[in-house]
Structures are given as C-alpha cells and as structure tokens.
C-alpha cells in the first residue's frame, strides 16, 4: 500500500525552527522526485521546495529561499524539510508529495501536517 506520512507540524512562535518529515512506504522510493507543499484555508496550494530522486538538484520557492532545506534519506524512505526563521504567514497544513522522476505529475500525497506560527 502506498503511503506518504508527514510528522513534525505544530505550534511554534515566529522566529522558531521546525523539521517536517515525510516518510514513505510501499514504491521504490529512489524513483520518485519529491516536493513539499502548503495550503491555507481559502488559498491555492502552493509548492514550497523540491527535490530531486538522487537529491542532488535541489528548488525552492522564492520565500522559501535562505530559510527552508529540503533534504531527503533514500536509505530510510524519508524526505524532510527543515524550516528556519519562520513567519507567521508559514502557517499552512504542509504535504509532501512524490512523482516519477520523468514525470510532471505527483502521484503520491500524504494527508499533511498542520504548521502554525504564531507572533
């Protein structure tokens, strides 16, 4: 069964850290390119960083940039994003998602884990 689960959302004061992971099971891991997104209520989902099946090509959205790391273990099936100096306006419930390595299209999503800033 093919699953996608990410953990390490909460509540944090603006200014504080916090490390999302995702953790995947049931395809080959290795194959996939992953990314993490976020949603707020009433907004599009918006992609905050990628990253590529081997991990060495790496994306960032531009507000992103200088404060998130997206990383990824292929030995344990898990893809993190480690998320610095963060906003109020980084409150979002946080997926990750996984597609194919040729493919534009993520397959795989996991239910998401609630990040809130607070000031």
């Known amino acids: 069964q093919v699953q996608l689960a990410e953990s390490g959302g909460g509540l944090v004061q603006a200014g504080e850290s916090l490390r999302l992971s995702c953790a995947a ?5 290795n194959r996939y390119a992953v990314a993490w997104f976020r949603q ?24 992103a940039k200088g404060r998130f790391i997206i990383s990824r273990d292929n030995a344990k ?14 409150t979002a419930v946080y997926y ?8 534009d299209t993520y397959e795989y999503w996991g239910k998401g884990t609630l990040v809130n800033v607070s000031s």
Request: aromatic share 12%; with cysteine; charged share 25%.
């Open 25 to 29: 099971s049931g395809f080959t891991f």
């Open 40 to 63: 707020v209520p009433g907004k599009e989902r918006e992609v905050v960083a990628g990253i590529s099946r081997s991990g060495d090509r790496l994306s960032y959205a531009d507000d």
């Open 77 to 90: 099936n898990t893809a993190y994003l480690q998320m610095n100096s963060l906003k109020v306006e980084d």
């Open 96 to 103: 990750c998602a996984a597609r194919l390595y040729y493919s």
